[in-house]
């Protein structure tokens, strides 16, 4: 069974920083292509940030570019969202999800397996 769980979220005024975790277990982690994921109030879920299995390959929407980074460390089966200069349009609550390789990162459905999410908040 493999599970991703999220941490980090929190409440924070705008122009300040975050950084998100998630940890996977279950299977090996190397092998997974991972996803960061965000859904607003009233609002499909979107697609943030992508990272392929070993690291080298990212995707960002563009929305987040040269604010937010995506990074792991597959010794220690996690992924994190560096998220800088935020703002309250990035408000909402943050899943990472798992799919088998570094392709149609930015579609929900093409993944496998999902956390339960974690809240980010932005005060002005």
């Known amino acids: 069974q493999v599970q991703l769980v999220e941490s980090g979220g929190g409440l924070v005024q705008a122009g300040g920083s975050l950084r998100l975790s998630c940890a996977i277990s279950g299977r090996t982690f190397s092998s997974y292509a991972m996803g960061w994921f965000r859904q607003a109030p009233g609002k499909e879920r979107a697609f943030v940030a992508g990272?392929?299995?070993?690291?080298?390959?990212?995707t960002y929407t563009d929305s987040v570019k040269g604010r937010f980074t995506i990074s792991r460390d597959n010794a220690k089966n996690t992924v994190y969202l560096q998220m800088n200069s935020l703002n309250t349009e990035d408000t909402a609550v943050y899943y990472c999800?798992?799919?088998?390789?570094?392709?149609?990162?930015?579609?929900?459905?093409?993944?496998?397996?999902w956390g339960q999410g974690t809240q980010v908040t932005v005060s002005s």
């Open positions: 990272i392929s299995g070993g690291g080298g390959l990212t």
């Open positions: 999800a798992a799919r088998p390789m570094f392709a149609f990162m930015d579609i929900a459905d093409r993944y496998d397996y």
